[in-house]
C-alpha cells in the first residue's frame, strides 16, 4: 500500500463542500470515484482542511492510500482525466511515509477572503468573491483584526455546529490589504473553527462600513457568545491558499 499526498485545487460552486454528503456532490467524493475508476480500489481521501460549501481551493493538501503500483506522475494525470468536467484539478501528486497525514501532520493552514467594494454586480467573478456595495475603511478593518490576533476563546466567532473540543486557538495573522477596489484578507493559524474565517471577515466588514469599531471587535471576542457576533460574511469569497507540514 502506497500512500499518496495531491494538492488539490477547486472552484467550490458546484459542490456541498469538501466532505461527503447525503443531499449533493463534495469535492472528497469527486476524487474517490475518480481514483475508483483509475485503480478499481475504493480509497478514503482525507484532507488538511473541511471546506463548507461554496468555498474554494487554491493549495488544498489531501491524501490516499492505493495498493496497486503506480507512479505519482500516471496517478495525477489519471485523476485529473477522470475528474473533467468537475471543476477539480489534482496539481501535484507525490509519494509519502505512511505516516503522513494530510490533516493531523499538518502544521499550519492558510485562507484568504476576496472582497470587491463596488456598485456593480460582479459578472465573471461571482461566486468567488463578496460584493460590498458600501465604502469599506481598509485601515480601520486593519485595526479591528488586529484585536484577534493571538490566543484567545473563539466562541463567538464558531458556529454552532462546530465540532471542535475546544473554542481555543492561536490566530497567527490576520491581515487586511486593500488594491483599488479589492480588499483581500488573509488569515493563518494552526486550526480553525468552523466558520472561524467567515466569522471574522463579517465583523471586519463593519468595521469597514463604520457600523463596529475595532473596539466592538475586541467586546465580541470578549463576549464568549455566538449571539455577538455581528455578521458571518459568506462562503462566495473564500479560499484555502495552502497548507505547511514539518
Known sequence: MTRFALTV???????????????GPSVQQAIEEAAFEVT???????????????????????????????TPFRLMEALNAKLRPAPVAILECEMVAGGWHARFSCIARHYEYRIIQRRAPLTWEKGLAWRIANELDAGAMAEGAARLLGRHDFTTFRSAHCQADSPLRTLDRL???????????RASARSFLHHQVRSMVGCLALVGQGKWT??????????????ALGLNAPSDGLFFLRADYP
Open 214 to 227: 475595532a473596539d466592538d471587535m475586541s467586546a465580541a471576542l470578549e463576549a464568549k457568545d455566538r449571539a
Open 40 to 70: 478499481g480500489e475504493t480509497v478514503a481521501c482525507h484532507a488538511a482542511g473541511r471546506t463548507d460549501a461554496g468555498v474554494h481551493a487554491l493549495g488544498m493538501r489531501a491524501h490516499i492510500d492505493i495498493a496497486r503500483p503506480i
Open 9 to 23: 485545487e477547486y472552484d467550490g460552486r458546484p459542490f456541498m463542500g469538501w466532505q461527503r454528503q447525503d443531499h
Open 175 to 185: 491581515d487586511v490589504a486593500r488594491e483599488g477596489e479589492r480588499i483581500t484578507v
